[in-house]
């Protein structure tokens, strides 16, 4: 990195806080979806925010883990949608 181009300050804890935030808002069910939530929200918090402060540490932009991560979940998002969507055509 040069001091022309600095990498990115990641407030890892504001992040984490507002992915609490945003998991208590999003309207999902009781039971699996509340566990789901939960598993997830440990994930970022045990998993992906601590490799993202070490490499915020190392002057690494943290942004491309980041990245993955939401595409990864993306995928699965998208996975868990789209037997609605057939279940729905079918009726």
Known sequence: MTADNPVPQVDLEALAAEVTVFLEQVPV???????LSNVLLGFLQ???LPEARRESDQDLDPTPLFALVTDILR????????????????L
């Open 46 to 48: 045990t998993e992906v």
């Open 75 to 90: 995928l699965y998002a998208d996975a868990l949608q789209r037997p609605d969507a057939a279940d729905a055509r079918e």
């Open 29 to 35: 069910g009781d039971g699996i979806g509340v566990k």
